[in-house]
């Protein structure tokens, strides 16, 4: 078993996913300690991720990933760790990456790292969505942005501290990293492996492309005014 490097936490928001929590934890905590925000599930992922190892913080109803989040910002901050990893609940981030993220963080890389996958390795209706989105997300930011919706992430603890996304669903990734930029903080990529199952994805491809497409848009008038609302 690897050595725990008890400074940084995993935090990993899941919602109905008691197929895949057990294994997800049980590979991260072989290096950081792990805490599953259970974000309203009605399929035991709570008590799947508890008897595999993992502190548990619960809501009692879905409010989505953004406030799952927060919850384990809050969690992190209040614990006093260096940074705290985000990972998916449904095994499509591999555990065994984790090292990586600590050591680009540890060697000063940036204060967010960001896991950048490989769209070409990705199935093609999301290969497109991807490419799509990192393009109108990069001209709105003046920034390349490598892969905006990668939820494999280490955040460090002034990071936490300072940002807390106001949307709920998947687009406050793409709020952090706005918010974080505007603060001052810098965002780096590593490589990880692009990986894809069969599970039912939680994404709704209508709505919450509009909901990006909206947060898009915010971002380039937050340029403008040098401000986020």
Do not use: C
């Amino acid at each position: 078993m690897s050595q725990q490097d008890a400074s940084i936490i995993a935090l990993i928001p899941a919602y109905n996913e008691a197929r895949y929590i057990g294994e997800v934890v049980k590979g991260a905590l072989k290096y950081v300690p792990v805490i599953v925000i259970d974000d309203g599930s009605t399929d035991g992922t709570g008590a799947a991720a508890a008897m595999a190892g993992a502190k548990v913080l619960v809501h009692a109803a879905n409010q989505g990933k953004g406030k799952a989040l927060n919850t384990g910002f809050t969690y992190a901050v209040q614990r006093g760790v260096e940074a705290a990893l985000t990972l998916d609940a449904d095994g499509q981030h591999d555990p065994d990456e984790i090292p990586k993220f600590i050591a680009a963080f540890r060697s000063g890389l940036g204060d967010v790292i960001i896991g950048q996958r490989t769209f070409a390795q990705m199935p093609a209706k999301n290969q497109f969505g991807n490419r799509v989105g990192t393009w109108f997300l990069s001209k709105a930011m003046g920034q390349h942005i490598p892969d905006n919706q990668s939820g494999y992430r280490l955040l460090s603890r002034p990071v936490m501290q300072a940002i807390r996304p106001a949307a709920a669903r998947f687009e406050a990734e793409v709020e952090i990293l706005l918010r974080a930029r505007m603060a001052g903080f810098r965002l780096a990529w590593v490589p990880i492996k692009t990986i894809y199952n069969d599970k039912t994805s939680h994404f709704r491809p209508i709505q919450d492309s509009l909901l990006f497409l909206k947060m898009v848009w915010r971002i380039w008038r937050a340029r403008d005014r040098g401000k986020f609302e």
